[in-house]
Structures are given as structure tokens and as C-alpha cells.
Antibody
């Protein structure tokens, strides 16, 4: 069954860029589905960041659009998130997930905590 | 953006009892709503999609209902493994949005 695993630095300095990668196993990203990033912070609960198709087409949350880049690497069967100009408000657990059905997420990766602090 | 409001924030229920959780949308989302369950230290798990269809492997004690702006998740007889936080998510409009969650705790 499909598995997703997030990876990246757990600590990012304010004003820098947060970079995470989601490795997908037991399923080809090129099979045609969308893949998403969601974050969870104590202050804002669950927040959808954006989704990407293997073709590169993306949908990004307008509240983050100016700072978010999502990309896909089909050769490595993974997709990535970059969030620029981070502040403490971007401290959260970041999840990657497969978009299932019309537009929900199943399954999810285990999540990775990213703390923004100097 | 569509705002999803869940109530109550916390629900105290005894094992074996019924739990009823509510999710309200700020505008109609038709039946484009899912429910997730999240246990401490784990990622959310899909329970219900299309407002009322159980996901694969989800026990029959979980049921969803509603359409438009009012939705309900019912757990007919709470088991020990059901104590968790439950979230709704709408997928009728961009951006996708989640409710703030209902924590179901042991009474």
C-alpha cells in the first residue's frame, strides 16, 4: 500500500526558506493523482497548503500563495514544498498526503515538526 | 473561503455510549465533506467521504450524515480506540478548509 514520508530540517531561522520533501513508495506519482501538503499548528489547526499533479499543475492556498512553491520529481517519485520568508507562525507539523477521490487526503505521511526560531 | 465550525470542542462520553459530533459550513458545500480521526502523535485518518460513505476498513459504528451546511458524525457505541480528535474538511470550494476539531474524551 502507498506510503509517504516527509523529510527536511526540523529547525528553520526566521526569514529563511523552509524546504521539505515527501517520498512516495509503493505507488507511482505519475499514476495521475494529486499530492498535497497540509500543516497543523496549535494556533490554526489543520491548514491545507497546496496540491500538485504529476504534470506539475498546482493549486495553492491563496493565504500562502506568495510564499509557497510546490514541485514534483517523477524520476525520484517524490514531491517538495518550499515556504519562503518564514516566521514563528509557520511553526507546525507538516504533512504530505495523497489526494484521494475528489479532493480529500488518504493516506497521510507521519508528519514532520518544523520549528521556526533563531 | 468557507469556514468550517465544529462543535462541541470537547465531548466527554463513556465507553459504549453514543457520540454525536457536529460540523457546520459557512456556506453550502453540498455533500462534499469528509471526516478524519486523529490520535495523539499520529496523522489524520480518513473515516467518511461524501458526507456519509465510510472509507475502506472503517467500522460500521461510524456514520456520517448531512448536506448543505450541517453535518453530523455519529459513533454509535464508543470503543476505547475511538477516543481521539475528529476533524471535518470541505472539498466543495478552493481553498480546501478544515474544522477546528472535536476531542472525544473518556467520561
Amino acid at each position: 500500500q502507498v506510503q509517504l514520508q516527509e523529510s527536511g530540517p526540523g529547525l528553520v531561522k526566521p526569514s529563511e526558506t523552509l524546504s521539505l520533501t515527501c517520498a512516495v513508495s509503493s505507488y507511482s506519482i505519475s499514476s495521475g493523482l494529486y499530492w498535497g501538503w497540509i500543516r497543523q499548528s496549535p494556533g490554526k489547526g489543520l491548514e491545507w497548503i497546496g496540491s500538485i499533479h504529476h504534470s506539475g499543475r498546482t493549486y495553492i492556498n491563496p493565504s500562502l500563495k506568495s510564499r509557497v512553491t510546490i514541485s514534483v520529481d517523477t524520476s525520484k517519485n517524490q514531491f517538495s514544498l518550499k515556504l519562503s520568508s518564514v516566521t514563528a507562525a509557520d511553526t507546525a507539523v507538516y504533512y504530505c498526503a495523497r489526494r484521494d477521490g475528489i479532493n480529500w487526503f488518504d493516506p497521510w505521511g507521519q508528519g514532520t515538526l518544523v520549528t521556526v526560531s533563531s | 473561503e468557507i469556514v468550517m465550525t465544529q462543535s462541541p470542542a470537547t465531548l466527554s462520553v463513556s465507553p459504549g455510549e453514543r457520540a454525536t459530533l457536529s460540523c457546520r459550513a459557512s456556506q453550502s458545500v453540498s455533500s462534499n465533506l469528509v471526516w478524519y480521526q486523529q490520535k495523539p502523535g499520529q496523522a489524520p485518518r480518513l473515516l467518511i467521504y461524501g458526507a456519509s460513505t465510510r472509507a475502506t476498513g472503517i467500522p460500521a459504528r461510524f456514520s456520517g450524515s448531512g448536506s448543505g451546511t450541517e453535518f453530523t458524525l455519529t459513533i454509535s457505541s464508543l470503543q476505547s480506540e475511538d477516543f481521539a480528535v475528529y476533524y471535518c474538511q470541505q472539498y466543495n470550494n478552493w481553498p480546501l478548509t478544515f474544522g477546528g476539531g472535536t476531542k472525544v474524551e473518556i467520561k
